[in-house]
């Protein structure tokens, strides 16, 4: 006789944080004040990378870290982003990290990395909206700069 584990998968809710964002994401701007509202991005240590995820009225639904990394790095790979996507039922997402070293240019491999979720959300039905990378004060909107 062979076991069969059954399993669940469910969504938990860790914390709700009040932030009046009754507006859709229209543009970079918002997207970069919501990222570092939620995240605090700009004074973390390390890189972090997090999407917010959107739903079909491109209000957020949801934030979630994928990945906390080094002074220079974070790992991340498409299974983590789009899991996080698909279990709070994005219709799009917008992806964010930060540069500590305070300078938003992005690097070959945050395009490179872009691509790869662009590609990996339009094979899910899930647009990758943006790719927000934000400093000292400042962001770059790699879709502003028409690097996807």
Request: glycine residues 6%.
């Amino acid at each position: 006789m062979t076991r069969i584990n059954v399993y669940s998968l469910r969504l938990v809710k860790e914390s709700s944080v009040a932030y009046n964002l009754e507006k859709p994401i229209v543009n970079p701007a918002t997207a970069a004040e919501i990222v570092n509202r939620v995240f605090d991005m700009e004074n973390q240590p390390n890189e972090v990378f997090a999407i917010l995820c959107l739903n079909t009225k491109k209000k957020v639904a949801g934030a979630h870290i994928i990945s906390q990394g080094s002074l220079s790095s974070a790992i991340v790979h498409p299974r983590e982003v789009f899991k996080a996507a698909i279990l709070n039922n994005a219709a799009s997402i917008v992806l964010a990290h930060n540069h500590p070293s305070g300078d938003p240019e992005p690097s070959r491999e945050d395009i490179e990395t872009t691509h790869r979720l662009v590609n990996a959300g339009n094979i899910l039905g899930i647009n990758v909206l943006d790719h927000i990378i934000v400093g000292d004060g400042k962001y770059i909107s790699l879709k502003e700069l028409g690097m996807m």
